[in-house]
């Protein structure tokens, strides 16, 4: 019953393009990043039992280095590109460490506070990263020399580091080291017991996540053409954290259905709706009340209904 | 001396834990040769249990040393124990609920591999082929399909053991493995850990006295976080002592 609609979204999104304008195109750009985003982030909330809300900091991180080496440091954008990604998975690797002393909420806590940290930094470290003014006047990267500056060449690209990203994640959780994690969120003293080292399986979950989120403020950095404190703030792992749990954690489809909402609702219903936050709140409200596991969840166990003959 | 220190499989000398001011553990010794069927015995409280959380390393003690193999773990983290060849069960049921039978085995095989550091491959056809055979051990072959959370609790309990027995320990602890259940149940469970292989020392927490006498060769009785008596089991049911801390005077 998956297999069935699995070409039809490849489909959708692929063909998007062809029959959207630049509006629709650049929402799509927009929920790729988004998606990418809370995919990483939920190697973490849904398979790792660590609910960060500091998951900004990676998306936030990796777009202010590419965005200061690019103007600053007259990087190219593709070495840039490379030390960035690097330069946020060793932060990644620096913040698991600190924040992986504990686990539930002191973990929140903690991821919560480092990204303020970096949030405080972005805002008052003027003389790098311009403040509150943002860093403008980035040019987006020339892949292979063709250009990706129109909306629809960036929602292409877009959506293959969307699928690579999606595919990567996939693999990572369907391994045995994907067992590994589910395994130390379920039960992480018998893990231990078993012979697994519980800390250093969720650390390596946690750079890899800190990694893709790096790649989604890459996307993010070069979508925008821009970067500003606020894209490290609480509010951007909010919704990153909304867009997992909404979609369903623990899901590999999930982070996107999620994130594809929130997204939606944020570009879309705020052209129409001032207090978008308000409806975003109620949609979110109404989702939590029908479908506590999330969407995907929901609508799998509706289906499973839907099958069974009832008693 | 030394050189026979060296041919116990556990070895626990002169242990110490106190929890805020109660001491759990009072200077507790004692010794398992390889292959040994030792019996744990003692009233609730009496600190069994915090013994085997200190041999496995979940609690550290204040003092005192934990040897395998002549190995001193006193200092090492449970999965590093678990690496030596130890292996234990749990008193109140500790498995992965929403995954099959199958699975819970196969993790406790992946957790001796280097595999489990994977992240681009699935576990592989091996680990599964051989889950399946220790579930047949435990003559769960058939439920291997099923979520924990849809069996029986004496299917449970076999699946506790199973992972265990997968693991090929060299020193297996066992707590309270007949707990809850049936006298049927029991029976089961009380061949299977008569069938197990020689090549694993079993130390057994149990208060079910009939099976678990059968199965022992020694007792070591605990009270209060002492060790009372320790010796062949004949000896120690014949003490006095035995009589009085379960009986009172």
Redesign the interface.
Known sequence: MNKIWVPIVVVFFALLPCVAGDFYINLGSQMMIAAIFALSLNLLVGYGGLTSLGHASFLGLAAYISAWLTTRAGFGNGTAALLSIAGTTVGAAFFGMIALRASGLGFLMITLALSQVLWGLAYRWVSVTNGDNGMAGLVRPMPFGISIDSATSFYWFALIVATVAFIMIT??V???????LK?TR??S??????????WVIRW?TFI?AGFWGGIAGLLYVYYNKYIHPSSLSITSSAEGLLGVIAGGSGTLVGPIVGSVLVTFLKNYASSYIDRWNMLLGFVFMFIVMVMPDGIVPGVRQLAARWKEPRK | MTAQNDNYALEIVRLNKSFVGLPVTQDVSMTIRPGERRLLLGPNGAGKTTLFNQI?G?ILPNSGQIKLFGQDVTKL???QR??LGL??T?QII??????TLQ?NV???L???MP??????????QHIIVEARRVLGLVGLEQLADCPISEIAYGEKRRVEIA?ALA?KPKVLLLDEPLAGLSTAERNTIKTLIADIPRETSLVMIEHDMDTALDLAETITLLHYGKVIIDGTRDAVIADERAREVYLGR
């Open positions: 693999v990572f369907s391994s045995s080291f994907g067992a590994s395994g379920d039960q003293r018998r893990m231990a017991a078993l012979g697994y080292n519980v390596i890899y | 496995t979940e983290k449970p999965h678990a690496h292996s234990r749990y500790t498995l992965f609920p929403k995954d699975h196969a993790l406790g992946l957790g001796l595999a489990r550091w994977n992240i681009f491959r699935p576990m592989s992972m693991q």
